[in-house]
């Protein structure tokens, strides 16, 4: 996990001051959201198969 990490930072290293601070926010955001977040059968209803 730490080499994923520092490949990370490597690559914010090359954006502009204002362009990391939204990919590092951006990325919080992600690491606080639920792992499944569409797993409620609510939001597949509209995919149902019917007919013969």
């Known amino acids: 996990m730490k080499?994923?990490?520092s490949d990370i930072?490597?690559?914010f290293a090359q954006f502009r001051k204002g362009q990391r601070l939204?990919?590092?926010e951006s990325l919080q955001l992600v690491k606080q959201r639920q792992p499944l977040p569409?797993?409620?059968p609510y939001y597949w209803a509209g995919f149902i198969a019917s007919g013969r």
């Open 3 to 5: 080499e994923q990490y």
């Open 22 to 24: 939204i990919f590092q």
């Open 38 to 40: 569409f797993s409620n």
């Open 9 to 11: 930072e490597k690559v």
